[in-house]
């Protein structure tokens, strides 16, 4: 499975940019898709996932009820949209696809596969 994000950029706070991550290679609908991120000098973590189109999606409670994880099975593409964007929301924001079983989406490992990451500069 190949993953490319993008959407990224410099946002000024309270802005409400929405990431894409194009997928290929491999049935779409039979993975998980999560979104991660990573803060400069800090380690990579999680911020939503979607286990099938359709099914409920989970966040970090630092984004709930700001970010918003879909999937577009006809596309192969899932978007975060990112509404009231912080400064601390500044991170490398990765997509991932894997198989985890619920317990587990939260967890990086659980992704064997990864795009490249897009940054997001949140400033004004």
């Known amino acids: 499975v190949q993953l490319q994000a993008s959407g990224g950029g410099l946002v000024q706070p309270g802005g409400s940019p929405r990431l894409s991550c194009a997928t290929s290679?491999?049935?779409?609908?039979?993975?998980?898709l999560g979104w991660f991120r990573q803060a400069p000098g800090k380690e990579r973590e999680f911020v939503a996932a979607?286990?099938?189109?359709?099914?409920?999606?989970y966040y970090a409670d630092s984004v709930k009820d700001r970010f918003t994880i879909s999937r577009d099975n006809t596309k192969n593409t899932v978007y975060l949209q990112m509404n009231s964007l912080k400064p601390e929301d500044t991170a490398v924001y990765y997509c991932?696809?894997?198989?985890?079983?619920?317990?587990?989406?939260?967890?990086?490992?659980?992704?064997?596969?990864w795009g490249q990451g897009t940054l997001v500069t949140v400033s004004s």
């Open positions: 991932a696809a894997g198989r985890p079983i619920a317990s587990t989406i939260r967890a990086h490992v659980s992704y064997p596969y």
């Open positions: 290679g491999d049935t779409f609908s039979s993975y998980a």
């Open positions: 979607s286990r099938w189109s359709g099914s409920r999606p």
